[in-house]
């Protein structure tokens, strides 16, 4: 069974930065894209970031210049390095994966990023 595990979420002062990580376990074929989406409550999940098998990446236009996204395919691993944090970053993050053509989409249960001023 495919299971996503996000961690590295916390507490930070506006302006600090946070790293976080989403571990895969399982057997996982064909994985495509590996991202990130963020939710406050009560409000729509948002796409943070998107990385393709081959590479290319896709932002929010809110994290640009701020937030990188990388990932290790031999340990099909995404990372979030978030800097120059904001308040408005405050929210829960969600990691996700597709596989198989992206027939498969598999979510990780979230971590908390709150940021304060």
């Known amino acids: 069974q495919v299971q996503l595990v996000e961690s590295g979420g916390g507490s930070v002062q506006a302006g600090g930065s946070l790293r976080l990580t989403c571990a895969s376990s399982?057997?996982?074929?064909?994985?495509?894209?590996m991202g990130w989406y963020r939710q406050a409550p009560g409000k729509q999940r948002e796409l943070v970031t998107v990385?393709?098998?081959?590479?290319?990446?896709k932002y929010a236009d809110s994290v640009k210049g701020r937030f990188t996204i990388s990932r290790d395919n031999a340990k099909n691993t995404v990372y979030l390095q978030m800097n120059t944090l904001k308040p408005e970053d405050t929210d829960d993050y969600f990691c996700?994966?597709?596989?198989?053509?992206?027939?498969?989409?598999?979510w990780g249960r979230g971590t908390q990023v709150t940021v304060y001023s």
């Open positions: 996700y994966l597709n596989s198989g053509g992206g027939a498969f989409t598999y």
């Open positions: 399982g057997i996982i074929f064909g994985v495509n894209d």
């Open positions: 990385q393709s098998s081959g590479g290319s990446s």
